[in-house]
């Protein structure tokens, strides 16, 4: 029985370090989400000022004519752009994103090309023979726009020089602190309907671009796409730190559990020892008499 107890209490001692390490996790996941937030939030209305120029650009110009600008149906060359995290402990955010790009390359008959961010979907697509052309490693909480500029710059040359048709973005989109989901979006080529918004103010007299409006297209949907990327993976950080703080919530409570039932289960073996060893004395007076 003695050995019995010393069992529970060593398990108790592990549980509750794996408690304490677990909870602390949770906490900085917690503090990294806000500050994460806070560069999504900035990015995003960045990024509403780059796509309104766009829309202007192409509401009021005579016309509109662009190597980015057409229509990405019938695309065979498609370059998928991954972002996963640097590390694990984040619940399913790696494989559901792992899963979608495996799912989008089958449709597309086997044929890719990956540019992966972050070390868990490198490892996945290396090891199992993928195409990688392009990587990034950065953790998250360390990304700039100069990082995430440096990796479009690459993609961008390769669709200029017809290596690929389409370029598609796998990320987990946030909707909120309670769901997030796995999503899909064209970068290039952009489609027209995309692009101009019926709320754009269109105005009575076209505006004149100077040299010409394919050159201020030309010029600002790089940029888009280079602001479109960053704010992608830094939504995709938030993601994966509300990820986080959740799994590791759940491994606190769960820890948590497991302590009530060990502390009880050690509260009965000692209470069992204390009635033999109260039997026995009992039996011992009574054998005197």
Do not use: W
């Not at 677990?22 to 990294?32: F, H």
């Not at 937030?37 to 309104?52: C, I, M, P």
């Not at 280079?226 to 769960?254: H, P, Q, W």
């Amino acid at each position: 029985m003695a050995e019995s107890m010393q069992d529970i209490k060593r398990r108790i001692r592990s549980i509750t370090s794996t408690e304490h390490i677990t909870n602390a996790m949770k906490l900085v996941a917690s503090a990294k989400f806000r500050k994460s937030k806070l560069a999504f939030d900035k990015t995003n209305e960045y990024l509403g000022y780059v796509t309104s120029a766009i829309n202007d650009a192409c509401v009021n110009a005579k016309e509109v004519s662009s190597v980015f600008i057409g229509e990405n149906d019938q695309a065979e060359k498609i370059c998928y752009i991954v972002i996963t995290s640097n590390k694990g402990l984040c619940g399913a955010f790696n494989s559901n994103v792992i899963k979608r790009t495996e799912a989008l390359i089958k449709e597309n008959g086997g044929k890719s090309n990956l540019v992966t961010i972050g070390l868990k979907g490198r490892d996945y697509f290396l090891k199992r023979g993928y195409d990688i052309s392009g990587e990034c490693l950065i953790s998250a909480e360390a990304l700039t726009f100069v990082e995430a500029r440096e990796l479009s710059q690459p993609i961008l040359k390769m669709y200029e020089e017809g290596e690929i048709d389409k370029v598609v973005l796998v990320y987990t989109k946030f909707v909120n602190t309670m769901h997030q989901e796995v999503d899909t979006k064209v970068l290039l080529p952009m489609k027209m309907e995309d692009i101009v918004k019926e709320e754009a103010p269109k105005l009575e007299s076209p505006l004149e671009f100077a040299p010409s409006a394919e050159r201020v297209l030309d010029y600002l949907i790089p940029k888009y796409m280079e602001l479109e990327l960053y704010k992608s993976m830094v939504e995709s950080s938030v993601c994966e730190f509300i990820g986080r703080r959740v799994a590791m919530e759940n491994a606190t409570d769960n820890a948590q559990d497991m302590l009530g039932k060990l502390s009880l289960n050690y509260n009965r073996a000692r209470q069992s020892a204390i009635t033999n060893e109260l039997i026995e004395i009992v039996a011992g007076a009574e054998a005197l008499k």
